[in-house]
């Protein structure tokens, strides 16, 4: 019984492109679509992006806009929390002393809550 495989006309190229993936220069063209597919996906999973709420592309592209705005703030605002948390923990020099200084998870508290270093 003889047995025969058929390839299919894109067989080279596809052979081709598996190859390419394996070298240093396409790696360096696919580091900056890994990141944005990130955040695609969060926009889409965590706020709706895939549908538009409103009909027309004027308030498409402002709906769309504004989920990144709040994207980059709520990212902003966690960046901030996560400094903030490791000045409480490491002490700053202008906290008060030891003995008055609230725990580190007190401090990261507040401070997430309010969103800045200030408080710690």
Same mark, same amino acid.
């Given at each position: 019984? +003889?047995?025969?495989l058929?390839v299919? /006309? @894109?067989?080279?190229?596809l052979q ?7 070298? @240093?220069?396409?790696?360096q063209?696919?580091k900056?679509?890994?990141?944005? /597919?990130?955040?695609q996906?969060e926009l889409? $999973?965590?706020?709706g992006? $895939?549908?538009?709420r ?7 592209? &402002?709906? +769309?806009? &504004? &989920?990144?705005?709040?994207?980059v703030?709520?990212? &902003?605002? @966690? ?10 923990? #490491? ?7 030891p003995?008055?200084?609230?725990n580190?998870? !007190?401090?990261?508290? #507040? !401070?997430?809550?309010?969103? !800045?270093?200030?408080?710690?």
């Open positions: 019984m +003889n047995r025969t058929v299919g /006309e @894109q067989h080279t190229a081709t492109r598996r190859q390419e993936k394996h070298t @240093q220069e396409f790696k063209r696919m900056h679509r890994n990141a944005i /597919e990130g955040t996906s889409v $999973r965590g706020h992006a $895939r549908h538009a409103y009909r027309g592309l004027a308030k498409t592209k &402002l709906q +769309n806009s &504004l &989920l990144m705005a709040s994207d703030s709520e990212r &902003l605002r @966690q960046e901030v929390a996560e400094r903030a948390y490791h000045v409480c923990a #490491r002490g700053a020099t202008s906290a008060p002393s003995v008055n200084r609230p580190s998870s !007190a401090c990261f508290t #507040r !401070a997430r809550i309010a969103g !800045a270093a200030a408080f710690c």
